[in-house]
């Protein structure tokens, strides 16, 4: 039986078997970012397989960066697709189909006897993950109140944190305790039964909705661009997911290049002739290894001398295959290796974001019901905008300073998580929410962090990294700007909804 309805059409209290609900969504988008991130955590080891991969191809590392986002691209093309039929019929049934598509596809990947039929199933990934994704948070918008969304809805993406930490601590432990990258992702079939379960979950109501035909796909793209606090909030969404995934693409090379020292010696060519593929073959080829004994003269080199020094020796072409294995053996013991700074990046990211994510979204539920207007808007602008000056900060003073700037950028940029789909969810009406919340997934991925990784190295190859950086920051300030003039229409918009 649903709860009392309010005046504004949706909930005014908890539905029943609400928290049930969101219980076993809460798992499941745990397990979807456990499943993202698995990937990561071994690909050092898969592209040692020589089923899958020849160490001479030229295109080797392009291939593995296909792998990293092809899942992205059909997850971000297929998500409105599946958001509009969510809207049309038995939800669960939806969420259920993509959670079993996804951890079949996710244990399949560990099954695969070459590289496209790996590239096929991460693809396959992307697919179940549409089906779920706009689906999920419609449901928790039905089930409480627009008073409690904020607290929801961060407690929902509160997965997204914990279970990318997860991931590779679940990916690294199994493949290291069996040494088989392929284990790692057989664990994940173990998501099909959450899928299965979604079946026998109650479809939650949908208040406000219109009896007669569901409106066509194209009357909610007309609907939706006509609320301003929609288009703000994807907007704005747009811009942090372009900062945040360009970020995390680039962060550690950026860190690394920074920070590290290299010289070449004994070490570097015990290590570079102990890395082989399974089928026995050297990653770096004898050929180029003996071309690096003349730089083992005792120098100690910044990343931009040892690189220059590198092409010199090596040429463009072997330097772009088997520059990330050159410049790993040639650390310095007493430099910041990447492996050190993978570890720091990923505890910052876990803690500031899990931190920021629960803060964020009750801020938002506090200063909403004390009556301020458009609480939820001011909550992700203004602290949006609080992460321009660290986040230049950071690129600014020397490390380990840095470290405690780059903290606070990345807990304020993670501070709109839960208020901004607050919003999403609050300005659109049932019947459409979860069309609504597909066609900002497409918009925020297509115009964000699709583009974001790619755009950060074409500045990169023309200037730096650091100047790359340093224009990616008023992205940041674009993103909180629009955020804050959002705040106005926000309350109409949510009245107007009847959320």
Request: proline residues 5%; hydrophobic residues 50%; aromatic residues 12%.
């Amino acid at each position: 039986m649903a709860g009392p309805i309010a005046s504004t059409g949706g909930p005014s209290d908890v539905v029943p078997g609400a928290g049930r609900a969101l219980a076993l969504l809460f798992v499941i988008n745990l397990f979807n970012y456990i499943d993202r991130q698995v990937l990561s955590a071994v690909l050092p080891k898969l592209q040692l397989d020589a089923t899958l991969f020849d160490p001479t191809d030229p295109w080797l590392q392009f291939k593995l960066g296909l792998l990293t986002s092809a899942f992205l691209v059909s997850y971000t093309l297929l998500s409105p697709v599946f958001g509009w039929f969510g809207n049309q019929g038995r939800r669960w049934w939806v969420v259920g189909f993509g959670v079993v598509a996804w951890s079949l596809a996710s244990g399949g990947s560990g099954l695969a006897t070459g590289y496209l039929m790996l590239l096929l199933t991460r693809c396959l990934v992307g697919i179940g993950e549409a089906a779920y994704g706009p689906v999920a948070p419609s449901m928790l918008s039905d089930l409480y109140s627009v008073s409690r969304r904020g607290k929801i809805m961060a407690l929902f993406y509160l997965a997204i944190p914990v279970g990318s930490a997860l991931g590779f601590v679940v990916g690294g432990q199994v493949e290291a305790l069996t040494n088989n990258w392929r284990m790692a992702f057989l664990v994940t079939f173990g998501g099909a039964i959450l899928g299965i379960l979604c079946f026998f979950m109650p479809e939650p109501p949908q208040p406000n909705v219109a009896t007669g035909p569901k409106p066509s796909y194209g009357a909610v793209l007309r609907e939706l661009k006509t609320i301003r606090s929609f288009v703000l909030c994807c907007l704005g969404m747009t811009c942090t997911t372009f900062v945040l995934g360009g970020v995390a693409a680039w962060a550690p090379s950026y860190i690394f290049q920074r920070e590290s020292q290299f010289a070449v010696t004994g070490k570097s060519f015990s290590q570079w002739d102990q890395e082989r593929t399974t089928d026995g073959r050297p990653v770096v080829p004898d050929a180029v290894t003996e071309k690096l004994k003349p730089l083992a003269d005792g120098t100690t080199r910044t990343y931009s001398d040892f690189k220059a020094k590198l092409r010199e020796t090596l040429g463009d072409a072997d330097l772009a295959q088997y520059g990330e294995r050159i410049y790993t053996a040639a650390t310095t013991a007493d430099s910041m290796s990447l492996g050190k700074i993978n570890f720091l990046f990923g505890m910052i990211v876990v803690v500031s974001g899990l931190g920021a994510t629960l803060l964020g979204g009750y801020v938002g539920d506090r200063l909403r019901n004390r009556g301020v207007t458009g609480a939820y808007f001011h909550t992700i602008g203004w602290s949006t905008l609080l992460a321009f000056p660290f986040f230049v900060a950071m690129l600014l003073v020397p490390f380990p300073y840095a470290w405690g700037f780059f903290f606070v950028a990345v807990f304020f940029l993670f501070f709109n998580t839960g208020p901004a789909n607050t919003i999403l969810a609050n300005v659109t009406r049932s019947e459409i929410r979860a069309t609504a919340f597909a066609i900002n997934i497409l918009v925020i991925h297509m115009l964000g962090d699709v583009i974001s990784p790619p755009i950060i190295g074409l500045i990169a190859d023309v200037a730096s990294l650091q100047s790359a950086f340093l224009a990616v920051s008023v992205v940041i300030l674009l993103g909180g700007t629009l955020w804050v003039l959002g705040a106005k229409s926000l309350d109409a918009d949510t009245a107007k909804a009847g959320s």
